[in-house]
């Protein structure tokens, strides 16, 4: 919904397909090419609309739909080129709001330290890692850090923290350990996974600060919120 109120605040007018599911990167990242293909197949049909960019409110998804739908279909096959037309207009969120977000409108300017994990997905595979620190260093109040280490991995990784439970967990730690270090009030990213990965972490060693998706801090600066 966050996402929604910042995009209608650049005077968007949103389209919701209600057909739209999960973005297959579950199974593609475990080797299952055949269910993450149907999921592919699925979204692109859903998304179909031309004229319209599609925008994805975390890194994952995004470099998903962009980057690995097309490797999914024969070359030159009608899904194939399919594919590559919805990777042609689909945009990670905070990318696209970046250069349109009208910062003059800002009600809350009051001062916040906050610490940011750019995503493995959004130094990496979308690049959109320089987005991210840059909208939020053009909000009047906001004093961004950024962790040591900050190439590694939070330890999620979609299923690896299933799979390797131990390493991922210590991969973890590190990455809580770095984001609080510079004791910011509250820790941001624009990737899900990693925001669940991160938050429960911090929770379950008895810290408070809240880790919140970068588009709910922006939208509550801006003191604003889909009705």
Not at 209 to 222: D, S
Request: charge should be negative.
């Amino acid at each position: 919904m966050d996402a929604i109120a910042l995009l209608e605040l650049c005077n968007y007018q949103i389209v919701f397909p209600q057909a739209q599911t999960c973005c297959g990167q579950p199974p593609y990242n475990s080797g299952e090419a055949s269910p993450a293909k149907d999921v592919a197949w699925h979204t692109i049909q859903v998304f179909s609309d031309k004229k319209l960019p599609v925008i994805v409110p975390s890194a994952s998804c995004a470099a998903m739909i962009k980057h690995h739908y097309p490797t999914l279909f024969d070359t030159g096959s009608t899904e194939h080129k399919q594919a590559i037309e919805l990777s042609s207009r689909t945009y990670e969120l905070i990318e696209f709001l970046e250069p349109i977000l009208p910062y003059n409108k800002q009600s809350d300017s009051s001062h916040t330290h906050i610490s940011l994990h750019r995503s493995c997905s959004a130094l990496r595979e979308m690049e959109v890692a320089e987005p991210w620190l840059s909208i939020l260093r053009k909000l009047d109040g906001v004093e961004v850090s950024l962790p040591t280490l900050e190439q590694e991995c939070c330890g999620f990784g979609g299923t690896f923290a299933i799979k390797s439970p131990e390493i991922s967990a210590a991969m973890t730690a590190d990455k809580c350990e770095h984001l609080l270090s510079p004791n910011p009030q509250s820790i941001l990213s624009g990737d899900c996974g990693c925001l669940l990965n991160i938050s429960g972490h911090i929770k379950h060693s008895g810290d408070k600060r809240p880790c919140t998706h970068i588009a709910r801090f922006i939208a509550q600066r801006f003191g604003i919120q889909h009705d």
